[in-house]
């Protein structure tokens, strides 16, 4: 499965608030979704980049997993902590709603728009099983496809991002 839906109260709960989630604040959820990355991660850089230069409105925001933030949401979302993957977190009408592996890619092809839509549709048929393997086989060797860079916002972008990714890491 590579989608899980969380309640959301409409005040933090104890658990929310000590993972975090009251820090970026429920209500945040609402005016877009949040895109969770790995901030040591080229081909994730250059992901955060292409969305930014191909995105029709602002309403995206983005952490890096590393971030105190990201590894709160994570912990939140009931993400089972063996995924190593790009996270899209959008508020849903029964509460948090958490795409990862392709799924979260597919979503971001939604939120691009224009012919990436069609490519979405493309990836819908391919059985979920299927595209979550080619999602996990790629990412397992993502260090090798791209050099490790930094993303640096614009400042326009800056307010996008909650906590800035970590330092590089020689991983």
Same mark, same amino acid.
């Given at each position: 499965?590579?989608?899980?839906?969380?309640?959301?109260?409409?005040?933090?709960?104890?658990?929310?608030?000590?993972?975090?989630?009251?820090?970026?604040?429920?209500?945040?959820?609402?005016?877009?979704?949040?895109?969770?990355?790995?901030?040591?991660?080229?081909?994730?850089?250059?992901?955060?980049?292409?969305?930014?230069?191909?995105?029709?409105?602002?309403?995206?925001?983005?952490?890096?997993?590393?971030?105190?933030?990201?590894?709160? /949401?994570?912990?939140?979302? !009931?993400?089972?902590?063996? =995924? $190593? *993957? @790009?996270?899209? #977190?959008?508020?849903?009408?029964?509460?948090?709603?958490?795409?990862?592996?392709?799924?979260?890619?597919?979503?971001? /092809?939604?939120?691009?728009? !224009?012919?990436?839509?069609? =490519? $979405? *549709? @493309?990836?819908? #048929?391919?059985?979920?099983?299927?595209?979550?393997?080619?999602?996990?086989?790629?990412?397992?060797?993502?260090?090798?496809?791209?050099?490790?860079?930094?993303?640096?916002?614009?400042?326009?972008?800056?307010?996008?991002?909650?906590?800035?990714?970590?330092?590089?890491?020689g991983r």
């Amino acid at each position: 499965m590579a989608t899980v839906d969380t309640p959301l109260a409409s005040e933090p709960s104890a658990s929310e608030a000590r993972a975090g989630v009251a820090e970026l604040g429920l209500g945040e959820l609402a005016h877009g979704p949040l895109l969770l990355f790995d901030g040591e991660c080229g081909v994730c850089a250059a992901s955060v980049q292409w969305v930014l230069a191909h995105e029709r409105t602002s309403e995206l925001r983005f952490a890096a997993l590393q971030s105190s933030i990201g590894q709160s /949401l994570v912990q939140a979302s !009931g993400v089972p902590k063996e =995924v $190593d *993957s @790009l996270l899209w #977190l959008e508020a849903g009408t029964g509460g948090l709603r958490v795409h990862y592996y392709a799924d979260a890619v597919r979503a971001v /092809l939604r939120y691009v728009g !224009g012919p990436w839509r069609v =490519v $979405d *549709s @493309l990836f819908g #048929l391919v059985p979920r099983p299927l595209r979550d393997l080619g999602y996990r086989v790629f990412a397992r060797h993502r260090q090798s496809v791209a050099a490790k860079q930094c993303l640096i916002p614009t400042p326009a972008q800056k307010a996008r991002f909650f906590e800035q990714p970590v330092q590089l890491s020689g991983r």
